[in-house]
């Protein structure tokens, strides 16, 4: 079975920094797309930042020059080095992983890992 486990999320005080870490597991052919997504209270999810199997990068506006995504193919992991952090990134981030393996072509979410940004 895919999944994808998330490390990292915690309270941090506005300015400072915290990085995520998502690493995908299972039988794994290729990995088409790695990334992130957020989700506030009462709001929607939204993408914060992601990395195609071409090394191509893509960022929210809101998090351009703060957020750095990076990804290992190797260890089969993203990470996400998250810099200068504001009270509005206070949300549940979710790594998010579009994957080839033996049966198909699938996304796959994980579990979502809280981050808390106290002004």
């Known amino acids: 079975q895919v999944q994808l486990v998330e490390s990292g999320g915690g309270l941090v005080q506005a300015g400072g920094s915290l990085g995520l870490s998502c690493a995908a597991s299972?039988?794994?052919?290729?990995?088409?797309?790695m990334g992130w997504y957020r989700q506030a209270p009462g709001k929607e999810r939204e993408l914060v930042a992601i990395?195609?199997?071409?090394?191509?990068?893509d960022y929210a506006d809101s998090v351009k020059g703060r957020f750095t995504i990076s990804r290992d193919n190797a260890k089969r992991t993203v990470h996400l080095q998250m810099n200068s952090l504001k009270p509005e990134d206070t949300a549940v981030y979710y790594c998010y992983a579009r994957l080839l393996h033996y049966r198909g072509e699938n996304d796959y979410w994980g579990q979502g890992t809280q981050v808390t940004v106290s002004s």
């Open positions: 299972g039988t794994i052919i290729r990995i088409r797309t």
């Open positions: 990395a195609t199997s071409g090394d191509s990068t």
